[in-house]
């Protein structure tokens, strides 16, 4: 198995690409920290509830200070102060003067300072098990950020990047974070069946309801960035199969863990009681799983939600819209996966396990 890791990560290291620091000859990001808020006169004919600023902003990297562009606030919303961390963005007018202005807070520090507590979390619960977790975690970020992402934008066949993503990330990260052993392998091959049993679903189901993949805003616009040379209805196929590796292979670990605990309390039990007792567990976690699947979507898309039934729209069009429908995939395809990996998982392992009797 370590052979197999060592081949995993190289083979990692040999296809990622080299990411270059394209820079926008338009637009520009910079660090900054306001050192003084100007209150200024708003342009003619803007109402009396409106407050104008420019802010005064020390750049860090260049070590110089600059104006920002004037801001129109309501009197009730707070402007940023001074000392706050932010970001600007330097464009260029029609006479080729740099303007700035603030796009929003660098919270980059708040948010490494939360990661650092739940890494301490991470390591009180877990001991010294959680090294693999966090290594585990970093190894994803490390693949989808800097392999699967700029292989995507810069490469043609999305599938097969999207399906070796999803199979770097499953195979290196369960290893790391629950060791080299027989069970992890089981979960690993058991969440294999999972992804093809999502990829067919979810292929099925986008194309009977012919969704394009562009029901996300986000999703228009990666498309009228790239010029149209993304297809978005593959990129949204694989956004499903790699979303699917995180679910699947949490019940798949708990399911065979559940079957060896059982199994060490009892070695002589036989394959039959060994499955039925494993089932009972996996279908308390799966039921609860499945729920948990809706509320994460419904609660991640809830002010839409909201606004879509202010406008009195009934049940059968709400949930036709192209945004609700792809969500309404994702929860299918990965509900139902999850709802066979279960006994898969148990089978496999109760065979490997009593084959000695």
Same mark, same amino acid.
């Given at each position: 198995m370590k052979k197999l890791f060592l081949s995993l990560f190289i083979l990692l290291l040999s296809i990622s690409p080299t990411l270059a620091d394209e820079k926008s000859e338009i637009d520009e990001v910079c660090k900054g920290k306001i050192v003084q808020v100007n209150i200024v006169e708003c342009i003619e004919g803007l109402g009396e509830e409106y407050v104008c600023y420019t802010y005064d902003v020390y750049l860090k990297d260049s070590q110089e200070?600059?104006?920002?562009?004037?801001?129109?606030?309501?009197?009730?919303?707070?402007?940023?102060?001074?000392?706050?961390?932010?970001?600007?963005?330097?464009?260029?007018?029609?006479?080729? =003067? =740099?303007?700035? =202005?603030i796009t929003g807070y660098d919270r980059a520090i708040t948010i490494l300072l939360w990661a650092m507590v739940f890494a301490v979390l991470i390591f009180v619960v877990c001991g010294r098990k959680s090294f693999g977790s966090i290594l585990s975690l970093i190894i994803s970020f490390v693949i989808i950020y800097f392999f699967a992402i700029p292989q995507l934008l810069s490469s043609s066949n999305l599938l097969?990047?999207?399906?070796?993503?999803?199979?770097?990330?499953l195979t290196i990260g369960m290893y790391l974070a629950h060791g080299f052993t027989q069970q992890t392998s089981v979960a690993?091959?058991?969440?294999?069946?999972?992804?093809? !049993?999502?990829?067919?679903?979810a292929w099925m189901l986008i194309k009977s309801l012919h969704l394009t993949g562009m029901g996300e805003e986000t999703a228009f616009w990666l498309s009228v960035h790239m010029d149209g040379g993304i297809d978005i209805q593959?990129?949204?196929?694989?956004?499903?199969?790699?979303?699917?590796?995180?679910?699947?292979?949490?019940?798949a670990v708990g399911q065979v863990a559940s079957m060896y605990?059982?199994?060490?309390?009892?070695?002589?039990?036989g394959a039959g009681e060994l499955y039925r007792k494993t089932m009972n567990v996996g279908r308390e976690h799966v039921s609860s799983m499945i729920n948990t699947l809706f509320i994460v979507y419904a609660g991640s898309s809830l002010s839409?939600?909201?606004?879509?039934?202010?406008? =009195?729209?009934?049940?059968g069009t709400l949930v036709s819209i192209d945004l609700i429908s792809e969500e309404i995939v994702r929860t299918l395809a990965i509900? !139902?996966?999850?709802l066979l990996v279960v006994p898969i998982s148990t089978y496999i392992s109760a065979k490997l396990l009593t084959r000695g009797q």
């Open positions: 200070e600059v104006q920002t562009m004037i801001s129109m606030m309501e009197e009730t919303d707070k402007p940023f102060s001074e000392g706050d961390a932010v970001y600007l963005t330097r464009m260029q007018d029609l006479e080729g =003067n =740099n303007t700035w =202005n097969f990047i999207g399906y070796l993503a999803a199979f770097l990330i690993i091959v058991s969440t294999y069946f999972g992804i093809g !049993i999502v990829s067919i679903l593959q990129l949204f196929f694989v956004s499903i199969i790699i979303g699917a590796v995180g679910v699947l292979d949490d019940v605990e059982i199994h060490t309390a009892n070695i002589q039990i839409l939600v909201m606004l879509m039934y202010m406008s =009195n729209r009934d049940m509900s !139902i996966a999850l």
